[in-house]
């Protein structure tokens, strides 16, 4: 009898697995690496990249999870119709936390106009920005935020960059839950 339940409790839990299916997605989910992406990710070594490389040396220091990948779409942030950054989110199957990327273009970069930027991880639960992190007065290109534990939230990156006298400009990637 107790076999029984077991078996019969296992094809019961199958079946509500299968009726939610292989492809649900949660926030701190996504696609895995290709192996081209793994490829491209080792063969920058510790520089930072505009696709992001979750083992730079920024996001050492930072303390990104180097097993860290893309999930969902990249956001831009614009200065007028000038695109001067782009915005991503990232996923730590190891250490299961998101993260916000933000990566300022060259382009922007040679005007030589200071800036302060802030990045993090959009909780639409919590109505707040997790794992945020602020820098100011930079002309840096790469930016990690702090781990953010919403793996099981609905969330975006979001970065904004502020130039004094300016507006801030900001963007924020697309939801996942």
């Not at 701190?28 to 081209?36: H, N, Y």
């Not at 990249?49 to 990249?74: H, K, L, R």
């Not at 997790?130 to 609905?154: L, P």
Request: glycine letters at 10%; aromatic letters at 10%.
């Amino acid at each position: 009898m107790r076999r029984a339940r077991m078996t019969m409790a296992a094809t019961v839990a199958g079946a509500a697995l299968s009726l939610l299916g292989a492809g649900v997605a949660s926030a701190g989910t996504g696609p895995a690496p290709t192996p081209q992406q793994r490829a491209d990710t080792e063969a920058a070594g510790t520089a930072g990249t505009e696709a992001g490389n979750p083992a730079s040396a920024v996001a050492a220091a930072t303390g990104v999870c180097s097993d860290a990948y893309q999930i969902g779409s990249t956001a831009y942030i614009y200065r007028g119709t000038e695109k001067i950054a782009s915005v991503k989110q990232f996923y730590s199957p190891t250490c299961n936390e998101n993260y916000g990327y933000t990566w300022v273009w060259q382009s922007f970069l040679d005007k030589n106009i200071s800036f302060d930027l802030t990045v993090g991880v959009w909780s639409f639960e919590r109505d707040s920005l997790v794992g945020r992190k602020d820098v100011f007065d930079t002309h840096a290109q790469e930016f990690w935020s702090n781990g953010a534990d919403t793996v099981d939230e609905c969330t975006s990156a979001d970065g904004a960059l502020s130039i004094v006298g300016e507006a801030t400009y900001e963007a924020r990637t697309e939801r996942r839950c």
